[in-house]
């Protein structure tokens, strides 16, 4: 899931809409329908075009597209903003091509990204988020949509105002929302076509990657608990993964991932460096709608990362307690 022409008439158009068209609060029934509707419609269906990410005055263009065959899912992912790259997925399987050092990371495929709206734990969004659905539309990249409000219940989590294609119900435009209504970051399509328009070979890279570095990134599930950590989460939040990730020779990683079904948490673990982590800075960072909040503890750096609000972030890595007896 941006104020140049076109960006800032949809926020304003959008938020009138909304504060005037609003009706009550959904069924939770209704609700979960809603949503497993717009995310049926981000995997089953063919689609292909240009998307705009926007936090602040930074713009971001990508280029997806998305084919569906006998044989699962399929897509590619190219940016086309900075540096170049690429990212292909096969069903559970993701290529990433960095052009600029010629190497291919192969890894486990993220299905979190726009127009995917679900991260799972679907009960918690009904029981910490209201559906304010709407009877107006609006316009998207040509295509009418219909205007709705995901509304947290409490300032743990941001809001989410989205558009869904009325034919299709495929999501076009999604804004966050600070705990004061304030955006905070938005991603639409600038241009889209869908069914028979969208052409499998564009499923093609552009590079030739014959002679590239090949990198696998692996990743070991693990029971955090056994090894010392308790941790205290937000309400609504419940783990979806452990793991640790190997990221260099001697350097592992450990992760642990929370969500409420909208959106997720990383607390990153690793040990201690001296000579490596003196020059890491601890406390709050932001990029856009993600909040990042690193500390030390005991002989580890503990990094807390989400999109949700600093203050979810911040709580959340400090309630973390390492227990050592309790790792032996």
């Not at 800032?8 to 009706?23: E, R, T, W």
């Not at 799972?120 to 709705?148: F, K, M």
């Not at 989590?157 to 966050?176: E, P």
């Amino acid at each position: 899931m941006r104020p140049t022409g076109w960006g800032l008439g949809l926020i304003l158009g959008l938020g009138v809409l909304m504060s005037a068209g609003a009706q009550a609060a959904a069924s939770g029934k209704d609700t979960l329908a809603f949503l497993q509707q717009v995310q049926s419609a981000a995997r089953s269906l063919d689609y292909s075009g240009i998307y705009v990410y926007q936090q602040g005055h930074l713009l971001q263009a990508s280029r997806l597209v998305h084919v569906v065959d006998g044989t699962g899912e399929h897509e590619r992912l190219e940016m086309l903003d900075g540096a170049p790259r690429e990212c292909m997925r096969e069903n559970g399987v993701e290529q990433c091509l960095q052009p600029e050092h010629k190497i291919v990371v192969i890894q486990p495929a993220r299905s979190d990204h726009f127009p995917g709206l679900l991260l799972g734990n679907e009960q918690a969004i009904v029981q910490h988020y209201d559906w304010l659905p709407s009877s107006r539309t609006y316009r998207i990249a040509g295509r009418n949509c219909s205007v709705s409000e995901l509304k947290a219940r409490d300032r743990l989590r941001y809001s989410y105002r989205i558009c869904t294609d009325l034919k299709t119900h495929l999501l076009l435009k999604s804004q966050t929302l600070d705990p004061a209504g304030h955006l905070v970051d938005q991603v639409a399509f600038s241009s889209i076509r869908m069914g028979a328009d969208v052409k499998p070979g564009s499923l093609a890279s552009q590079w030739d990657t014959r002679d590239w570095r090949l990198l696998t990134e692996t990743s070991t599930p693990i029971d955090l608990n056994a090894r010392g950590w308790r941790f205290s989460l937000p309400a609504g939040f419940r783990p979806v993964a452990e793991l640790s990730r190997q990221i260099g020779p001697d350097h592992a990683v450990d992760q642990m991932v929370v969500s409420d079904g909208l959106s997720a948490i990383s607390i990153f673990i690793e040990t201690f460096d001296p000579k490596r982590d003196q020059t890491i800075r601890q406390g709050d960072l932001r990029q856009g709608a993600v909040n990042i909040y690193r500390m030390r503890l005991a002989s580890y750096w503990l990094t807390a990362v989400g999109e949700v609000p600093a203050r979810t972030v911040r709580d959340l890595a400090h309630a973390v307690q390492y227990v050592p007896q309790a790792a032996h």
